[in-house]
């Protein structure tokens, strides 16, 4: 059974830093390479949005507009894992945080990872 576990949340003061990781696990022959990797996000009464996503080799990258600038996607395919680094973090970024993986008809949410802003 494969699982997708997220990692790294936390409480941080506004214009702090975090570094979420989502990784595989529940098969060794599971890998991510092959997998559309998206990061999203739902804070409290509102919706799950989408925050950032990369394709499967790294060389297609999206950015929701409330993130740019701010937030940067990677992957290490080697690892099996891919990160979302957030800096300049304001308030209004708090909200769990999930990761996707998705290929042709599947996909994989992970339990999502609490990320809190605060002074």
């Known amino acids: 059974q494969v699982q997708l576990v997220e990692s790294g949340g936390g409480l941080v003061q506004p214009g702090g830093s975090l570094r979420l990781s989502c990784a595989a696990s529940?098969?060794?022959?599971?890998?991510?390479?092959?997998?559309?990797i998206g990061w999203f996000r739902q804070a409290p009464g509102k919706e799950r949005e989408g925050v950032s996503c990369?394709?499967?080799?790294?060389?297609?990258?999206n950015y929701a507009d409330s993130v740019k600038g701010r937030f940067t996607i990677s992957r290490d395919n080697a690892k099996n894992t891919v990160y979302l680094q957030m800096t300049s973090l304001k308030p209004e970024d708090t909200a769990v945080y999930y990761c996707?993986?998705?290929?042709?008809?599947?996909?994989?949410w992970g339990q999502g990872t609490q990320v809190t802003v605060s002074s």
């Open positions: 529940g098969s060794s022959d599971f890998t991510l390479d092959y997998y559309f």
């Open positions: 996707k993986a998705t290929r042709l008809w599947v996909e994989y």
């Open positions: 990369i394709n499967n080799t790294g060389g297609s990258i």
